[in-house]
């Protein structure tokens, strides 16, 4: 029986067995940031230990970072530190570092991809759990917490346990105006939110394979929502295309030696899985959460559910998500009134993201009473949106241009929703409390659903605000 | 490096019901604005217990009666969400030490491993009956037997499960893996010659 990419990736990387059974685990890249990393480098002195190969660790910053203006010290004294703290670190360990200054600054997931350091077979770690967006590529990539940060600092391991692989196949044709963040989305709903534990998801399926590497990394991001701590799909030609030429790839001759090396470690048509799903492309709608987690999602042409109607175990977490979201059981998800709108996030925050809004946004203005905030999700993005004149699409309709960071996605910087704000996000979680009110609402949904809700001041179908899908004859 | 060997937690209890728990809501994320772990205890699933006045809201860690509670009754997937380690670093230093729960999300299943932290599961019904017990009589003795996966109250015992490395891990005081990852040496620079890097060409 063959191999999928996983055992492959796991085996090529065991350094060998620990003493209470788990696997020393080398990690090729590990991507650092400000929120989870200052502790570890604290633990590290304490042990009177180096880092052990300061050239496999890049660092960024990007919770914290200002969006409206990247003035030092920045207003908020904590966040201040926080940059100061890490710029201290990476200079004393000789650590490369992608600051505000830099051009190339933006958050960790897509600033990894873009230059090149993520790379097919790689195994990548990173104190944050959207790690599991580089599995795009075909690597094995996931969150850790900031003991292993430190962990993997001074050994460049981690002890980790082998995970079990979740095959799961989406076959046939979107329909028009369902995204890849849709599908990512409907795969949360039907297997729930714990349904990855002790999972690595292997996306595949013609649907995957026509993604584009940052469809597939919008995919792959959201993998940990459904409790899988890694998702990843096979490299293909796409992957190699995206790669090629950029700043951290091999060049020449050794480009094609590792692209040949890259393509043997696809997995194996006849590999082992330990559970398979099929999902048909045509079951998945646009989609919009209504609840408190993820999972909690229905069709835009859907009414939220009715707890009377479900099992008695089922109805206290439905009510308290209600009650959160301040939706009556059973009510239309469409039409639901939008104060904010946030574009931007690990999870759509890429030029395509930027690129896809600005054909139906041209010519559009945001709804009055709505706040709508553009987050590109990197400098290089950021300038990218400019000189293609998309930049000003989005200015011309409304919304606030920022510049690269998480932002509103979970609220460390000043961007925060006030109150009981209903924000339409592209973002990856509606917790309580998440975008940094604690009544605050988050409804997840699609970029192009964002920039719906923005001009409608209402959730809404993109299909019939945008005849999405007409216009791209998708 | 001696570890303390985590055999058995006993303590109080209190239960904090409810499944899906993330770990935004057990440190809300402007709480991760320090450079060090201290004093995230206050952070404790904050605005689920105070209100933006700092007054009260009910909740279990704000009642009286599990005051000095030091293991935490918990529902499924408790955990889930992001990696900060920040939460079970508010739970430990809330003076928590250990957690039976139905599931725990993996993250943070591994953040409180580290920590010396046992997160066990059990079932829904054992966990409930052990949950109204403790309603019933707040200074209840309650031990989590990590060696022998059980918990004992009162006159009841019930198995729990733990990852065998896990339990390994703590039992004999192994819980901080750094140690024994130190001990590759040679090999860690071994495996760094043979297997790929990014480097800017």
């Known amino acids: 029986m063959g191999k999928s990419l996983y055992e492959k990736v796991w085996e090529a990387h065991a350094i060998r067995t620990l003493p209470n059974g788990q696997t020393q685990l080398f990690i090729d890249t590990h991507l650092i940031h400000e929120v989870t990393s200052p502790q570890a480098f604290g633990m590290l002195k304490d042990l009177g230990l180096k880092v052990r190969f300061p050239e496999r660790t890049f ?26 703290k890490l710029r201290e670190n990476v200079r004393e360990h000789g650590i490369t570092f992608f600051d505000v200054t830099s051009g190339l600054q933006g958050i960790v997931h897509v600033i990894g991809p873009e230059q090149g350091i993520t790379q097919p077979g790689m195994t990548i770690a990173c104190g944050d759990s959207h790690t599991s967006t580089h599995g795009a590529f075909g ?14 600092l ?52 013609s649907v995957l394979e026509g993604f584009s590497m940052e469809e597939r990394m919008t995919v792959c991001n959201m993998s940990i929502e459904g409790g899988a701590r890694c998702g990843y799909v096979n490299p293909d030609q796409t992957t190699f ?48 959460t209504w609840g408190i ?52 996030s ?3 925050g890429r030029i395509s993201d930027f690129r896809e809004v600005a054909k139906y946004l041209k010519g559009r203005k945001v709804a009055p009473g709505v706040r709508a905030i553009a987050v590109p999700g990197s400098q290089v993005v950021a300038r ?41 996000s592209s973002s990856n979680r509606n917790f309580k409390g998440r975008q940094g009110s604690a009544t605050g609402r988050t409804v997840l949904m699609s970029p192009v659903m964002v920039a719906a809700a923005a001009v409608t001041g209402e959730i809404s179908d993109a299909r019939e605000v945008f005849g999405v899908g007409e216009l791209v004859g998708a | 490096m001696a570890l303390e060997r985590i055999q058995q937690v006993t303590g109080r209890a209190v239960h904090v019901p409810g499944n899906d728990i993330d770990t ?81 999300a993996e993250i943070f299943f591994g953040n409180s491993t580290a920590l010396s932290m046992p997160c066990v599961s059990a079932s829904k019904a054992d966990i409930e009956a052990l949950a109204a017990a403790v309603e019933e009589n707040p200074a209840l003795e309650v031990t989590v037997d990590v060696e022998r996966l059980e918990v004992r109250y009162a006159d009841k015992t019930f198995k729990v499960k733990l990852p065998e490395s896990a339990r390994k891990a703590l039992v004999e005081g192994r819980w901080d893996p750094i140690a024994d990852l130190l001990e590759a040496g040679e090999l860690l620079e071994q495996a760094s010659a043979r297997l790929p890097k990014a480097v800017k060409s």
């Open chain 1, 59 to 84: 660092a960024t910053v990007d919770h914290i970072v200002p969006t409206h203006s990247l003035l030092e010290p920045f207003a908020d004294p904590q966040a201040d530190e926080m940059i100061r």
């Open chain 1, 346 to 348: 690990c999870t759509n």
């Open chain 2, 24 to 104: 935004d809501r057990i440190t809300p994320a402007r709480y991760l604005k320090v450079v060090t772990f201290d004093g995230l205890g206050e952070a404790l699933f904050h605005d689920e217990r105070f209100n933006p006045d700092g007054s009260e809201k009910p909740h279990p860690l704000n009642d009286p009666r599990f005051k000095g509670a030091s293991i935490m009754l918990v529902g499924a997937n408790f955990g889930c969400g992001s990696s900060r380690e920040h939460s079970p670093q508010a739970i430990y230093r809330a003076g928590f030490r250990a957690l039976i729960g139905e599931s725990f």
């Open chain 1, 139 to 152: 690597a094995i990539a996931f969150g850790i917490g900031t003991t292993q940060v430190r962990d993997v």
């Open chain 1, 241 to 288: 295309d995206y790669l090629k030429g950029r700043p951290y790839v091999p060049k020449g001759a050794e480009w094609d030696a590792a692209v040949e090396r890259w393509k043997a470690l696809a997995s194996d048509p006849d590999a082992h899985y330990d559970d398979v799903v099929n999902i048909k492309a045509e079951d998945i709608a646009p989609t919009a």
């Open chain 1, 384 to 424: 990218q949106c400019e000189e293609e004149g998309i930049a000003e699409i989005f200015r011309e309709a409304g919304f606030e241009w920022r510049g690269a960071g998480c932002s509103m996605c979970l609220a460390m910087n000043p961007d925060k929703l006030i109150g009981d704000e209903l924000c339409a």
């Open chain 1, 293 to 344: 987690n993820p999972g909690q999602g229905c069709a835009i042409t859907d009414r939220v559910p009715d707890p009377a109607l479900y099992p008695e175990a089922e109805r206290p977490g439905l009510l308290e998500a209600l009650a959160h979201m301040k939706l009556r059981p059973g009510q239309p998800i469409k039409g639901v009134k939008v104060e904010v709108a946030f574009l931007g």
């Open chain 1, 154 to 205: 001074a050994t460049q391991t981690l002890a980790m346990g082998k995970l079990k692989v979740r095959r799961i196949n989406v076959e046939g044709k979107l329909r028009p105006g369902v995204y890849a963040k849709d599908v990512i989305l409907h795969i949360i709903k039907v297997l729930g939110v714990n349904g990855g534990i002790g999972y690595a998801y292997e996306y595949g399926g």
